[in-house]
């Protein structure tokens, strides 16, 4: 039994506080496939306004927002939608938006930092003149933050010029914001610039936002009312949802604040991390709270012991390859917790116990 735990594995993770607790056992409650469920709406009108968009809609998971969005936006089987390579959409959503959606994907490099070049867009859309062999582009994707890039932000200026494009050619703009809260601290700017050139967004609550379930898909009116419906075609038609809604409410009165702790925590934990022999990571480009680095040949151990190891002494991490391994920091993450951690890391590598590493 390990005297200490320090889940580094997601900011999936977290576990509802007291207040969360509270309001979901006092929740107000009605019948939300009906429409009448008052925390469920309080919610959904709080994500409308903070992201500047005319309607909002919760739904279970953010897997679940981006596929509905994904589908209003591509609702003629054989559209396409132009996605990058290493966007959550395409790599951890099962394929949905194919196999349930008969949407065809079109990838597009994942820069480092998380954006795909402007040019490379617009040469995967398709030419309509080639409709008798090409599918038909309806939608770009893009996602902000980019998790697999390191959590990298992507500008409101560049998400404008892929809007700019998307018009032009005639297509819908989707933005997996899963961590949009995470770049709009870390960029300081408000979630609404960020989100003002997409036709939609997913937003996840239960991520650094720190709610135990639950996205919302923000769009206009008439997004949002198909989205409904195909919400609940999907099974995600809830009831007495507000219990949830409720959880939610508060993590974004409490927990967006944190946020900023959570980037400067990852921080010093990139830069700790890079001083140890058998590493690697670009601390620089650690801009909020994902941190992705190299376990390399010849260090005391693989990736694979090391993460055994560091279970060992209650550090929990996401091993993503063979030779490198995720951590993610959130609000129940404390400083003392990252200094406990590089001293567990500092003494699994080198074989050195660090004093403070409390
Ligand atoms: C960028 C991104 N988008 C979407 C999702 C999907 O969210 P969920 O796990 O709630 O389905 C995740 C991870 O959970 C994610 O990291
Ligand atoms: C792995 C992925 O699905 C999840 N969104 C995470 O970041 O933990």
Redesign the pocket.
Known sequence: MVARTVDLR?D?VTKPTAAMRAAMANAEVDDDVLGYDPSALRLETEMAKVTGKEAALFVPSGTMGNLISVLVHCNIRGSEVILGNNS?IHI?ENGGISTIGGVHPRTVKNNDDGTMDIDLIEAAIRDPRGEIVYPTTRLICLENTQ?NCGGRCLSAEYTDKVGELAKKHGLKLHIDG?RIFNASIALGVPVHRLLQAADSASVCLSKGLGAPVGSVIVGSKSFIARARILRKTLGGGMRQVGILCAAALVALRENVPKLEDDHKKAKMLAEGLNQIKGLRLNAAAVETNIIFFKVLEGAKLTAEKLCKNLEQHGILVMQESPTSIRV?IHHQISESDVQYTLSCFKQALTGVKEENGN
């Open positions: 997601s999936t959550h951890y998790a899963a993610v």
